[in-house]
């Protein structure tokens, strides 16, 4: 059974980190593109990051570039992303994908097929 789930949201200060985790089960790396998006408050689901099948290929949203870093721990079949520069507009609730029909390189935007419940962040001014 593939099931994403996702941790460490919370409270940061505008300028502030946080972490957050997406565990997999049911899916093995090289076989999958892992994304993280998110929801703001009366907007529209957004794409945030990626990060391919090999591990090797990375994309970002530009309101993030520089900022948010995602990476995978193999071991712990686990995909993070890492928030710093946090701003107030990066409020939201944030979801991991996985992607299980594309290639081994790609880094899609669209077409997941499973996703996690969602964790959210808060950033105060």
């Known amino acids: 059974q593939v099931q994403l789930v996702e941790s460490g949201g919370g409270l940061a200060q505008g300028g502030g980190s946080l972490r957050l985790s997406c565990l997999l089960s049911?899916?093995?790396?090289?076989?999958?593109?892992v994304g993280w998006f998110r929801q703001a408050p009366n907007k529209e689901r957004e794409f945030v990051a990626v990060?391919?099948?090999?591990?090797?290929?990375?994309d970002y949203a530009e309101s993030v570039k520089g900022r948010f870093t995602i990476s995978r721990d193999i071991a712990k079949n686990t995909v993070y992303l890492q928030l710093s520069s946090l701003k107030p507009d990066d409020t939201a609730v944030y979801y991991c994908?996985?992607?299980?029909?594309?290639?081994?390189?790609?880094?899609?935007?669209?077409?997941?097929?499973?996703w996690g419940q969602g964790t959210e962040v808060t950033v105060s001014s």
């Open positions: 994908a996985a992607e299980l029909h594309g290639t081994l390189t790609a880094v899609p935007r669209t077409g997941y097929d499973f």
């Open positions: 049911g899916i093995t790396f090289p076989l999958c593109a």
């Open positions: 990060i391919s099948g090999s591990g090797r290929e990375r």
